[in-house]
C-alpha cells in the first residue's frame, strides 16, 4: 500500500489535486465558522447550485477554458444578494433555497437542451459530485487556490475583531460605528471564490460539508472563537488530505470520499465533546 502511494505521489496531477485541495478545505473551513455561527450554513450549498448554472451557461456561450468569467461573477453577485437579503422581505434561508433549486433547474436544463458532449450524464455527474475534476485540475486552477488561500487568511487576521463583532453582534457592530456593510461584502465575494473552487473537490451538491463539518467538529470540543477556527482549519486539512489518499488508492469517487471521512471526523469530534463535558 506504501509503495503504491509513493508512486501515485509522482505523479504532477496527484500533487496539484492535494496542494489545491489542502488551500481549498483551509480556506473553507475558515468562513465555515463565521457562516455556521451567523446561521448561514446552507449558503454553500445554494451557492454552488448557482455556480452550476453559470457553469452551464458558459459551456452553452461556448466558453469552456475561461468559464470562470461567467461562473465568478454571477456567484459573487448571488452571495452579495444573499447575504444583504436578510433585512428585506424575503429570508435568507428562503432566499437560498429559491435561488439554488432554480439554478439547479437552468443549469441542467440548459446540460440537456445545449449538450457539449454525447455523454450528459457523465458531465452532469462529474459538476454535481466532483468525480473526476479534482484530478484534473490545470496549473492555473492551482494557482488560484494559493491565491484564494492568502486572501482568507489575510481577511481573518487584519480584519479579525471587526468580523468577530459582526458574527456574534452585528446590529451593536453597527451603532459602534463599524462599517459592517463592508465587511459583509468582502465575506460575500470571498465566499462565492471558495465555492467556485471548491466545486472541483466535491462537486456542486457535496460543497455544504466543506463549510459545515469542520465547523461543527471543532465547536463540539474547542469553545473559544480563535480556538474552533484553529481546529476546524485543522480537521479540515487533515479530512481532506486522508479523503484523496483514499479515493486515489481505492479507486472511489473522490468527492463523497472526502465527505465520509469529515462525516466520521465529526461523529468522532461529537463524542468526545459529549464525555468532555
Not at 446552507?42 to 452551464?56: Q, T
Request: proline residues 2%; contains cysteine; charged residues 10%.
Amino acid at each position: 500500500m506504501l509503495d503504491k502511494l509513493m508512486m501515485y505521489l509522482q505523479y504532477p496531477f496527484v500533487i496539484r489535486a492535494l496542494t489545491a485541495g489542502i488551500l481549498i478545505a483551509f480556506s473553507a473551513s475558515l468562513l465555515g465558522v463565521i457562516l455556521v455561527l451567523r446561521h448561514y450554513s446552507y449558503i454553500g450549498d445554494g451557492l454552488s447550485h448557482v455556480a452550476f448554472g453559470a457553469m452551464s451557461m458558459s459551456y452553452v456561450l461556448g466558453i469552456v477554458t475561461q468559464k470562470m468569467l461567467i461562473i465568478l461573477p454571477i456567484t459573487v453577485l448571488t452571495a452579495i444578494l444573499i447575504l444583504r437579503v436578510k433585512q428585506k422581505k424575503i429570508q435568507g434561508d428562503a432566499m437560498i433555497a429559491l435561488l439554488s433549486t432554480a439554478a439547479l433547474a437552468i443549469g441542467y436544463l440548459l446540460m440537456n437542451v445545449f449538450p457539449v458532449s454525447a455523454n450528459v450524464s457523465s458531465d452532469v455527474c462529474t459538476s454535481l459530485f466532483g468525480s473526476t475534476s479534482m484530478l484534473t485540475l490545470s496549473s492555473g486552477e492551482v494557482w488560484a487556490s494559493v491565491v484564494l488561500s492568502i486572501a482568507v487568511t489575510g481577511m481573518m487576521i487584519f480584519l479579525y475583531p471587526r468580523i468577530f463583532a459582526v458574527t456574534f453582534d452585528e446590529n451593536f457592530a453597527k451603532v459602534t460605528g463599524m462599517k459592517t456593510d463592508q465587511i459583509n461584502l468582502i465575506l460575500a465575494v470571498i465566499t462565492a471564490a471558495v465555492i467556485v473552487l471548491a466545486m472541483n473537490l466535491v462537486g456542486s451538491l457535496l460543497i455544504s460539508a466543506l463549510v459545515i463539518f469542520p465547523a461543527l467538529s471543532a465547536m463540539q470540543i474547542q469553545k473559544s472563537f480563535l480556538r474552533v477556527l484553529l481546529m476546524s482549519c485543522l480537521l479540515s486539512v487533515l479530512a481532506t488530505v486522508a479523503g484523496l489518499l483514499i479515493s486515489i488508492l481505492a479507486g472511489t469517487p473522490v468527492g463523497s470520499t472526502i465527505v465520509l471521512v469529515y462525516l466520521g471526523i465529526f461523529l468522532l469530534c461529537f463524542v468526545i465533546g459529549m464525555f468532555h463535558d
